[in-house]
């Protein structure tokens, strides 16, 4: 917490995070307790584990409260209100995630990423807790007519489920802050979330065959896999292949300790405020495929194939509205990024 701050006249601030155990939660886990938050992680661990407790634990010396409850039991989420008092701002992470499951089960999306979210919605302002950050997505603008995109793009027709859940998400928590309930949101449209925590405790744990390009790539480096598949070098891009915002976790996870610090100290400009979180640079995957190999000296089986259906040619962000109203910037560099990665990759098979 930065020390000038108002809140530094407030005894550590609770903050729930759901989803805590998952990927960018365990990260943002770590930046809320180096920042002097106190933090309780509700998860169901649908897809993660409780051994990130104790990575988490390593990094910061403080063990978070922890809740294994899903966010879709109505009585259980508003039991974890009862039990820690004074909650005043949620991070909600708890989402299923997976595109291609996605259009395959449509209705487990639609029932986890809505449910989950109007639950806990109705517990805060029963709660008196009205500050919110929830994890959004560059999804929701398809393939953008201008790029890099601006916050004020439109929406697109929605490519799968998932991506229709992030923008009836979006909607359920305006209608709900602009009808008069107390409720301010912070909406952060994350690019693609990348690397690992620079201690190598915590990182992102894929289950079965990645669907995202770096975890892919460290399985591919590591033996696990034969050869990766760059999809696609066809499309209208300087090298032929898609282009990617790829944003470096940690960097992420502090703009979220930014949003609950402007919602917790009031100083949002609306009851709804929406931020893309990338870097503003695209890289292509060739490019990142090369870049991996100069920053880790690792070696990259690779070949090109066909397109992947559904994927966008090229996205990636124009951030200066979090960069000039939040404060925040991407810092870390790609390379910096892959190292990461690479280290997390080396050491969960080590084990
Ligand atoms: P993740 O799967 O690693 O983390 C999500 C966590 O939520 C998991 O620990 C899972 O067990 C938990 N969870 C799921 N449903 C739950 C429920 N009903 N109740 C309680 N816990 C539940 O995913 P992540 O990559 O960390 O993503 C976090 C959020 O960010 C998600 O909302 C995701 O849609 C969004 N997002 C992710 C990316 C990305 O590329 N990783 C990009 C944009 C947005
Ligand atoms: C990146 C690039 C692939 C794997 C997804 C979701 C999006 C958001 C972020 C949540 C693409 C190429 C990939 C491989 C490849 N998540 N690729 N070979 O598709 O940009 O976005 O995650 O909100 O909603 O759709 O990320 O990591 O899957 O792909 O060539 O084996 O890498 O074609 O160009 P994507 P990704």
Redesign the pocket.
Known sequence: MNNNSQLSTLNSPLVLVTGGTGYIGSHTVVELQQSGYEVVIVDNLSNSNIEVLDGITRITGIKPQFEQVDCCDYQKLADVFNKHKGIKAVIHFAAS?A?GESVEKPLLYYRNNLQSLINLLEIMIANNAPNLVFSS???VYGQPDVLPVTEDAPVKPAMSP??NT?QIDEEIIRDTAYSGAPLKSILLR?F?PIGAHPSAEIGELPIGVP????P?ITQTAIGLRKE?????KDYNTPDG??I?DYINVVDLAKAHVIAIERLLENRAADKVETFNIGTGRGLS?LELVNIFQQATGATLPYRITGR?EG??EQVWANPHKANNVLGWTAKETIEDTLRSAWRWEQKIRRQ
């Open positions: 995630k595109v997505s560059c999804t998932y991506g992030k994350y693609n669907q995202n390009l770096v892919f990766l598949s760059v999809f696609g292949s898609c990617r995957v992947r994927d966008i």
